[in-house]
């Protein structure tokens, strides 16, 4: 079992940054995949990056390949989602999730996810 809270959410412009982190209750090293979901009024909840359980392997939507940075600081049971260059397209609440899947398997699938944070708000202006 563990607990996921988000935070960093916020309005900014866009062309702008924010970095999201995502703070678990217990350790996530070797034994949890650690993913950033979005979902944006009136659509289904996306895909936006993964990392595996302790190699350094990401993963990402192609609506933010190349923008945005997943990482995870194990020793603080913590990941981020340095978001850059943003866009207003990129307004969403954001979730993190966490699964005991291996590899790639289902990574971009939020059915795999058992774990989720309540969410932080971003909005970006135009």
């Known amino acids: 079992q563990v607990q996921l809270v988000e935070s960093g959410g916020g309005l900014v412009e866009a062309g702008g940054s924010l970095r999201l982190s995502c703070a678990a209750s217990?350790?996530?090293?070797?034994?949890?995949?650690m993913a950033w979901f979005r979902q944006a009024p009136g659509k289904e909840r996306e895909f936006v990056a993964a990392?595996?359980?302790?190699?350094?392997?990401?993963y990402y939507g192609e609506s933010v390949k190349g923008r945005f940075t997943i990482s995870r600081d194990d020793a603080k049971y913590t990941s981020y989602l340095q978001m850059d260059s943003l866009k207003p397209e990129d307004t969403a609440v954001y979730f993190c999730?966490?699964?005991?899947?291996?590899?790639?398997?289902?990574?971009?699938?939020?059915?795999?996810?058992?774990?989720w944070g309540q969410g932080t708000q971003v909005t970006v202006s135009s």
């Open positions: 217990a350790r996530t090293s070797g034994t949890f995949r």
């Open positions: 999730a966490a699964d005991r899947g291996y590899g790639s398997t289902r990574i971009r699938d939020k059915d795999s996810y058992d774990y």
């Open positions: 990392i595996s359980r302790s190699s350094p392997n990401t």
